[in-house]
Each structure stands twice: as C-alpha cells, then as structure tokens.
C-alpha cells in the first residue's frame, strides 16, 4: 500500500488535499497520525486515513469541499482534550481528522469595543495572555486551558470554573467564521452586542461538536480585568450545607462570586497524597469542602465585603473550618486540589467519569442517592464526585476495581443517569456527547427532540460527512 492508498479514503481525494495544503498540511504516517486519534485519558484508539492540517480559512474551505465531493467524513479537531471522544475518528479507518492546530492566529483584538477575534486553532490559554495584555480577561477557564483550542471550546460550548459569573461559551461568542458542509464560508463574525434580526445562526454551531460545520475563527468577548481576588478553602459536613453557604455567597457578594466548587473529602486526600508537592489546606480532615473565589474590578474592599459574609457564615455554623489563599503559591495549591481530582484518583483504581447536571436544589438529593445505592449494590465501588456546583454541574466519578472496569461502568452510569432523570437533569452539563454518550443520549431524548435535532443536521450536513458517530447515531441507524 502506498502512502497515498489507506484503507477505503481514495487515493485521489487525498492527492488533492495534499495539492491544496502542501507537503506540511497533511500527515499520512501512522507514526504521525497517531497523537490524533488517541483520547486525552489514552483509553480510546481510533483510526484515520490521514490528518489534514489547514492553515488558512480558504485551504479549510478548499479541503472541505473535496471531502463533500467525494463523501470523504471528516472528523474536526482542536486540542483533542475533549473528554467524550466526539474529536477522534472510530475504529473504521474510513474518517479523515482535520486538525485546525495551525490556524493560531490572534487577527484583532479591540480594548473599547472589548472583544477580540481569534482563529480556532488558538490555544485557550493565549486567549488568556493577549486579553491580559491590554488590561482584560477572557473568562473561560478550564483545567485544560494549555492545550484546548478555541474552535473546541466553541462546538463544546465549554463551561469551566467561571460560569457561576460569566456564563457558559455560549455566552462569551459573540460571532464566528464556519465552513459549510459544501465548502462555503459563513462569515457571521460580528463583534455586535445586540443583534436581534432573526434566528441566532452562530448558536447553532456552538455545541454542536463538530457535526454542523467547521469554526475556523470566533468573536469573542473580554471582560474588565479583576483587581482584587478572593480564593478560600472550607470544609462542610454534607452537600446541603455547601449549598447553604452558596446562597449566602450569592446573597451577600452577588456578582463578585465567580467560583463555587465541590469537592469530596475522599478526593481531597487523594489529590494530597498523589499529586506532588498539593498541601493539605486545612489541617483536619472534613466530609466535604469547598473551593471559593470572589473577584471584582475595583479597586478595593472585597476584603471587608468577604469578612462580613464568612462572619455569617461562622455564626450560622454551616462550615466546620477554613482558610483564605494568602499568596499565589497558596491560591494555585487549592486550584491544583481542583484540577487534579480525575488525576490523583486513578492512582486507587480505574475511574468511571461523568459530568451531569440537576437543578442546583437537588444536588443534596442526587449525592444521598447515589452514595446509598453504591454501598447497598456495589461496596467495592468509590464514588467521588466534585465540580461546580454552583452551577449544578457535578463530575461524579467512580473509583472502580481494574477487573471490573468496563461492567461497572454501564451499570454505574446507568444508575446515575437513570437518577438524574428523575432529578430533572442532563447526562452532560460541559463536555459534551461526542461517540461516549450518544446511545445513553438518544435513548433518554424524546421523540420529538430526536426529529428536529436529525432535522437540523440533514439541512446543514445533507451528506453527513462532519463527524459522522457523535451525537447522532450513525446513518444507517436513522429511521
Ligand atoms: C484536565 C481537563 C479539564 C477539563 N475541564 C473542563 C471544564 O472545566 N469544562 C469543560 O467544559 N470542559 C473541560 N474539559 C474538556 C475539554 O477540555 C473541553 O471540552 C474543550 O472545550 C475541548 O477543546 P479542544 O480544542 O481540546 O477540542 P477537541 O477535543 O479537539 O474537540 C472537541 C469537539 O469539538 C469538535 N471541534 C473541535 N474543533 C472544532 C472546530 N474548529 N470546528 C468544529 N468542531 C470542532 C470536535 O470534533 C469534537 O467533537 C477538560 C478536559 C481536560 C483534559
């Protein structure tokens, strides 16, 4: 087999792309392929026929329409963080990646109109930097923000550790750039505030994970830099309590609140005793804890507004202990704790993830639920969920025996699912369906959901070649 013959992609489809993009944009080897069709966890392996590598908007166009010309399926790619395997091909080998990596470009950025326009390919992170550099922030943040890309965080519709503050992506887009199934480029890359002249057409890109169209650049909306930053460490007795204190935070410091995260006891000691150099913040040990952060753009007194609301909440005993970051070096010990959660529990066993939603009320009810069900069913089995819990979002994950790893994991997430129906919730509040949980998708949406979401997805995707397997079940499935 030569180069430009892997299995059922035609060779001349390729011989063309690699015309359009040069010898630099296309990747036929599997040594080079590798690194893009292997999830972030390493769990998953697909195949590809190649990886194209566009630099520019019109070699994306120009690629795209080969692809619908010869009913090539193309599986668009970011920072492959994704964590529901919607960015990597199947096993099939017939699926093309099209990474957007090299589209890295800031084009604009404007400090009065406060936004900026940026490629897909940019890493979050230097969304970051250049909004800091003239004095604004960009406020997604993700644990991933290293390697993430802006066109992923777009058709993930990612959510993060601000959305109790600023919203979800969905919020922070304010236009974008999209090929379409047929090669053309929808310019909607406005920077308006207000534009109220029918359907919302770039809400429909975002989140759709790459089955709709490609992103190949975004408007986005900046924000005045915090001055002054809060990060405290409490530890509470029980979900309901957390949730006590969450109302008072809202009550008493409004829109200062930017973070409001749960996290396990259990969890904790894990993210202390395994992941270098993280310190225990609080000395003794506690059910529950919670991770806190008020920030604001003035200049002063968020100090004395913080006092007065931890005072409440001492003389209400809702928390058992605390402490404020008093430096960076201690504020990024508690955020590690955070971000380390999936990390530091698979030094136990192997961890069954999830990333559900429930009315915020509820989410008292959902962790007693679970926690009783697992003790009476599966005691080998270690729940551990954490997350943001200010918004309803829990990643409750499962600590689970290596042996056992994949029946645990449908009956657990069967459960879990099954209860967050009940609780009125969502089987995914941030990362998305992808190809992980497009049968438990399917399965829960009604009818009528299913109709218009196929309608949607013929009318812009006619031959199905954008990420055919996530979402949707494949087109031989639809009935
Ligand atoms: C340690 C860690 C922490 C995380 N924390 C969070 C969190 O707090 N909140 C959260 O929401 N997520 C989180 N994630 C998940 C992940 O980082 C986000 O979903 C992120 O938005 C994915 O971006 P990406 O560039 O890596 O996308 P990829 O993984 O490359 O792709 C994700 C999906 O988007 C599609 N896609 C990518 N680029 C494009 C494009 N240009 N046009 C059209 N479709 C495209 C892909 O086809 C795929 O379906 C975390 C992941 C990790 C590993």
Redesign the pocket.
């Known amino acids: 087999m030569s180069a430009f013959d892997p299995p059922s992609v035609p060779a001349s489809f390729l011989e063309r792309c690699a015309a359009i993009l040069g010898p630099s944009g296309i990747l036929l080897e599997p040594a080079a392929i590798e690194p893009y069709v292997v999830d972030?966890w390493r769990q998953h392996r697909g195949r590809a026929a190649a990886v194209l590598r566009p630099a520019t908007t019109a070699q994306t166009a120009a690629v795209v329409a080969e692809a619908a010309r010869y009913r090539v399926p193309l599986?668009?790619?970011?920072?492959?963080?994704?964590?529901v395997r919607?960015?990597v091909p199947d096993a099939s080998g017939r699926q093309v990646v099209l990474s957007?990596a090299r589209m890295d470009r800031i084009r604009a950025i404007d400090p009065r109109g406060e936004h900026l326009i940026v490629e897909?390919g940019c890493p979050l992170e230097k969304v970051h930097r250049a909004a800091a550099e003239i004095g604004r922030v960009f406020p997604l943040v993700?644990?991933?923000q290293g390697?993430?890309?802006i066109?992923?965080?777009?058709?993930?519709n990612?959510?993060?550790?601000n959305v109790v503050r600023y919203g979800m992506m969905r919020d922070l887009v304010l236009g974008l750039e999209v090929v379409l199934a047929d090669g053309r480029v929808w310019d909607g890359l406005r920077t308006l505030r207000k534009d109220n002249t029918g359907y919302d057409l770039k809400q429909l890109f975002i989140g759709s994970?790459?089955t709709l169209?490609?992103?190949?650049a975004a408007a986005l909306r900046l924000f005045p830099a915090p001055k002054e930053r809060e990060t405290l460490w409490l530890g509470v007795e029980h979900p309901r309590l957390a949730l006590d204190v969450f109302e008072l935070f809202r009550d008493k410091a409004g829109e200062a609140l930017a973070s409001f995260e749960l996290l396990s006891g259990f969890g904790v000691e894990a993210a202390c005793t395994y992941l270098p150099g993280v310190r225990r913040p609080l000395s003794e040990p506690h059910p529950w804890h919670l991770l806190v952060e008020l920030a604001w753009s003035l200049e002063d007194g968020l100090s004395e507004r913080l006092e007065k609301v931890l005072s409440t909440v001492v003389e209400m005993g809702l928390v058992d202990d605390g402490t404020r970051a008093e430096s960076e070096a201690q504020r990024a010990n508690m955020w590690r704790i955070r971000?380390g959660q999936?990390e530091a529990t698979r030094h136990l066993g192997h961890v069954v993830r999830s990333d559900v939603t429930v009315p915020i009320a509820a989410i008292p009810e959902l962790v007693d639920r679970m926690r009783d069900w697992v003790e009476a069913e599966h005691p080998e089995v270690r729940p551990i969920p954490f997350g943001h819990v200010g918004d309803g979002n829990l990643h409750f994950n499962f600590v689970v025996p290596p042996a056992r790893f994949e029946e645990l994991r449908r009956v657990l997430l069967e459960k879990l699912y099954d209860e967050v129906a009940a609780l009125g919730g969502s089987i995914s509040a941030?990362?998305?369906i992808?190809r992980a949980k497009r049968e438990a998708l399917w399965r829960r949406r009604p009818p009528i959901d299913r109709e218009l979401m196929l309608r949607i997805k013929r009318a812009l995707d006619p031959s199905g070649i954008f990420?055919p397997g996530?979402i949707f079940p494949l087109e031989e499935e639809w009935s």
């Open positions: 972030f599986v668009p790619q970011g920072g492959n963080t994704g964590l919607g960015g957007l897909a993700l644990g991933s390697s993430c890309r066109g992923g965080n777009v058709a993930t990612a959510g993060g550790v994970e790459g169209g490609v992103v190949t971000e999936s941030e990362h998305g992808g990420n996530a």
